[in-house]
Nanobody
Framework: QVQLVESGGGLVQAGGSLRLSCASS????????MGWFRQAPGKDRGREFV??????????SYADSVKDRFTLSRDSAKNTVYLQMNNLKPEDTALYYCAAARWISDVRASATYDYWGQGTRVTVSS
């Protein structure tokens, strides 16, 4: 099992920045990739892909809506990933979830992730 704990959410004005962290513990050696997904309030559309990183090699993928604004990185020694979010917009308001996969071919597909955190809320005011 892998446990994931997110932190760093909060309230920020449009144009501001936040850094989310996701600390993993347990059988972290089994992690192939980690991702961030978000679910906007009042919308029953499931979790939207935000960004993902392959643990070996560190290659990243981003949703078009956050590309050039968000940066995903990892600290292998701490088994932690960081999502730096800059130039935040009101439409970025959501509950952000960290996820981990033991093996995955499509990092954008939420259904293929094995472990999930509880989420951290991000609210961007206009």
């Amino acid at each position: 099992q892998v446990q994931l704990v997110e932190s760093g959410g909060g309230l920020v004005q449009a144009g501001g920045s936040l850094r989310l962290s996701c600390a993993s513990s347990g059988r972290t050696f089994s992690i192939y990739a980690m991702g961030w997904f978000r679910q906007a309030p009042g919308k029953d559309r499931g979790r939207e892909f935000v960004a993902a990183i392959r643990w070996s090699g560190g290659s990243t993928s981003y949703a078009d809506s956050v590309k050039d604004r968000f940066t995903l990185s990892r600290d292998s020694a701490k088994n932690t990933v960081y999502l730096q979010m800059n130039n935040l917009k009101p439409e970025d308001t959501a509950l952000y979830y960290c996820a981990a996969a033991r093996w995955i071919s499509d990092v954008r597909a939420s259904a293929t992730y094995d472990y999930w955190g509880q989420g951290t809320r991000v609210t961007v005011s206009s």
